[in-house]
């Protein structure tokens, strides 16, 4: 069966310091990847998707972006963290475009 | 402008009762998703509604995608502490690299037992 992982579930981050998130996928080859973002009382804001390795689309122009080095592996990264990004971010897969998504359960970010 | 609107934003109802929360939009939507997220996990996948006017039952809840296909509710039974979670609808638009899902902001459901 398909799983994926998020790590580290909780992270408290200063101002101006670098961010890293990492998602894998296990049980699939070849998914679609996204990175979403819930802000407290929010839905969920789509910030970037992957079709295949190297192949990044970004929704929301800001200080964040992503990579996605190998298959199965989706990287959200900042080089400098703003307080406005502090939030729930969630990875997600599908296999088919128009499929319902698979969620990771989500890192809590706080940046103080 | 919210694409899809939710609403109630929050209910706080007894175990017990009945309960309906919606998912509204202009625009027509190819499909519509129901998920249930719980606190500190990601959503869940309850349904998906694909035809204008269909109805789906999941043991209690009760899935309605509207004929126009712009709108949907979500009707609870009986409702338990366990149905407790934020209720999200996502619709559907486009195809192939045009493909949009936007979610609702989405209902908080509280049941007290």
């Known amino acids: 069966s398909q799983t994926i992982h998020q790590w580290p579930a909780t992270l408290v981050q200063p101002v101006g310091s670098p961010l890293s998130l990492e998602c894998t996928v296990e049980g699939t080859s070849n998914p679609n990847l996204y990175w979403y973002r819930q802000a407290a009382g929010r839905g969920l804001q789509l910030l970037f998707y992957?079709?295949?390795?190297?192949?990044i689309s970004s929704e929301v122009p800001q200080n964040l972006s992503a990579s996605r080095p190998q298959d199965r592996q989706f990287i959200l990264s900042s080089k400098k963290l703003l307080l406005s990004d502090s939030g729930f971010y969630l990875c997600?897969?599908?296999?088919?475009?128009?499929?319902?998504?698979?969620f990771g359960n989500g890192t809590r970010l706080t940046v103080t | 402008t919210q694409l899809l609107e939710q609403s109630p934003q929050f209910l706080s109802i007894q175990e017990g009762e009945n309960l309906t929360v919606y998912c509204n939009s202009s625009?027509?939507?190819?499909?519509l998703q129901w998920y249930r997220q719980e606190p500190g996990e990601g959503p869940v996948l309850l349904v998906t509604v694909v035809t204008g006017g269909e109805v789906k039952k999941l043991k209690r809840l009760t899935f309605q995608f509207g004929d126009a296909r712009k709108d949907s509710s979500l009707h609870i039974t009986a409702a338990q502490p366990g149905d407790t979670g934020l209720y999200l609808c996502?619709?559907?638009?486009?195809?192939?690299?045009?493909?949009?899902?936007?979610f609702g902001k989405g209902t908080l459901l509280t049941v007290n037992p």
């Open positions: 997600a897969w599908n296999g088919v475009v128009h499929s319902p998504l698979h």
């Open positions: 996502a619709g559907a638009r486009g195809g192939g690299s045009n493909y949009k899902l936007t």
């Open positions: 625009s027509v939507f190819s499909s």
């Open positions: 992957s079709v295949g390795i190297g192949q």
